[in-house]
């Protein structure tokens, strides 16, 4: 049964169409999209430019809100899948989006510049999402590492130390504490 369709997203800062992400009971793939079918079963993906059957909406329910704008997509997408909901990428259907700023790069390696509050919301929202029981236990491995990967990233890529610390140090206390929502400009 499935609940989502979507285009396949070209990423225009770094120009490169994302892999598509399968999170099985005991790993997390991610698949290149010359290598993946037609029509292909995903895990979640981008919420932009999808068809959400009724079905699936009046099932699952609404996106969470609480999480404002980051892993909102990654959260809806394993608890459809959780509920037997199918997510499906239409290869040949294409979307231009854009990620953060000019991106960060590192010898053959790049990564989607954010500035210190978006990426402080990055953050907290993979530790809340680490922490609820519903989401597998693989996908909060292999985040709580990609976490640790980007910052080790950014520290080098960025030259912006502090910035890059504070954020992702808020970003963590946030994400323990529980916070949720919008993050008022005046805690930064």
């Keep these: 049964m499935s609940h989502k369709l979507a ?18 009971r005991f790993w997390v793939k991610r698949i290149p999209v010359q290598d993946a079918s037609p029509v292909h079963p995903v895990s979640y993906m981008i919420s932009s430019g999808t068809l959400l059957s009724l079905e699936a909406a009046n099932a699952v329910g609404r996106f969470d809100e609480s999480l ?33 700023e000019v991106p960060l790069k590192f010898w053959r390696w790049s990564l989607p510049s954010h500035a210190p ?37 950014a ?15 808020l970003g963590l206390r946030d994400g323990v504490q529980g916070g ?4 008022s400009d005046n805690e930064f």
């Design 68 to 100: 404002f704008i980051d892993y909102v997509d990654v959260e809806f997408g394993l608890r459809c899948q959780e509920k037997g909901f199918v997510s499906l990428v239409i290869k040949k259907a294409k979307m231009a989006h854009s990620l953060g």
């Design 117 to 153: 509050l978006r990426r402080r919301y990055q953050v907290r929202n993979a530790i809340l999402l680490i922490r609820r029981r519903s989401i597998p236990l693989v996908w909060k491995l292999s985040e709580a590492v990609r976490i640790l990967l980007r910052l080790i990233f």
């Design 7 to 24: 285009p396949a997203y070209f990423e225009l800062q770094r120009e490169f169409f994302p892999p598509f992400i399968c999170v099985g």
């Design 155 to 169: 520290l080098i890529a960025s030259g912006k130390s502090a910035s890059v610390l504070s954020s992702w140090y």
């Design 180 to 183: 949720k929502g919008k993050i």
